[in-house]
């Protein structure tokens, strides 16, 4: 399986610069490591579950963003039997805006899981990886940052530093090169020396990406490994890692209705299961509708509308859909409709998570809506 990522070393090779690069890696690390709050060890009792919360929180989203949400995330569940009895709004309202929402039900599913099995994280690959939400990758990270496990954690780091390492020409987005990467770097890691911790390296590799080898423009001159690098010697780094071409995103219309009753604004839930499965949204119908539609579909509802104002267009971007939204704002008298809720301004902000998608909507309804229930 190996043998497909590499043209320029054999396997035996790969291996043995791999574990080199490592090494010099986590002596760079104890020098530049970035000081981050889930990095902090104490208090010891709940390091594992601060890692595998950070974890979960930083796939697909930028340190940066994620460091406030995991204050406030740990402030509202310090520990493993807190997550297990989270409200399930409280949680989905901490996780508002940062996106990929699965991830919040996962760690819930995941935190109730453990604490039938005794409340605590199992200290072995095997035992994270039973665990609801708990990946490959994230129980090569926990595992080893954790737990001192020699696990590596691949993901688009561990994928653009080592393809660029060893000058690899495996598709990265392909399963079977995802898994030969592993496959070479236990390798590599069972080879570390007494005192570099698996973890470390993890970490090193993670801060490399972010800060060094990045994803375009490598700033090769400040990196640790560029004497081994295969890709830096040959001046060809920006051409690592290969990659197949993305589909397009899949484009949906939607028609957004702000609906401002009595001072306040109507929302509903959508399905737990699904995309943005549990929070709560404006109203909206799938194609782009004109005003006398959207006001048919209201008065279905119970709704007696008072005509239909046009809101500017607006855009969300998912991982494989393209949303491309119309929007009204009408002022409504009539019954709400069963399954809706009726918010104010404080509700709207502090009880009710809204998804980033609405984010243009939100400040339109603001605008036309009490700070207190009527």
Known sequence: MITELLSSFSEGEAAALAGQAAVRLGDWYRDNARRLPWREKEPAESYPYRVWVSE???QQTRVEAVIPYYRRFLAAFPDIPSLAAAEDDKLR???????????ARNLKKGAAYLMERGGRLPADIDGLRQVPGIGAYTAGAVGSIAFGLPEPAVDGNFLRVFSRLLAAEGDIARPAVKAAFRELLRAAYASLPEGLPAGDVNQAVMDLG???CLPKNPRCADCPIRKLCAAAQREQAPLFPVKGEKKPRRVEEKTVLVIVRAGEVLLRQRPEQGLLGGLW?????????????????LEGQGLTPEGLVPLPPAKHLFTHIEWRMTGFLTLCSGSVPPGWQAADRTALRERYPLPSAFKAYRKAAEKEINDEPV
Not at 93 to 103: D, I, V
Not at 281 to 297: R, S, Y
């Open 56 to 58: 979960i929180m930083l």
């Open 93 to 103: 309202k901490l996780w508002e805006g940062l996106g990929y929402y699965s991830r």
């Open 210 to 212: 972010a800060g060094v």
């Open 281 to 297: 949204e404006f109203p909206n119908l799938d194609g782009k509708l004109p005003a006398p539609e959207a006001a048919a579909w």
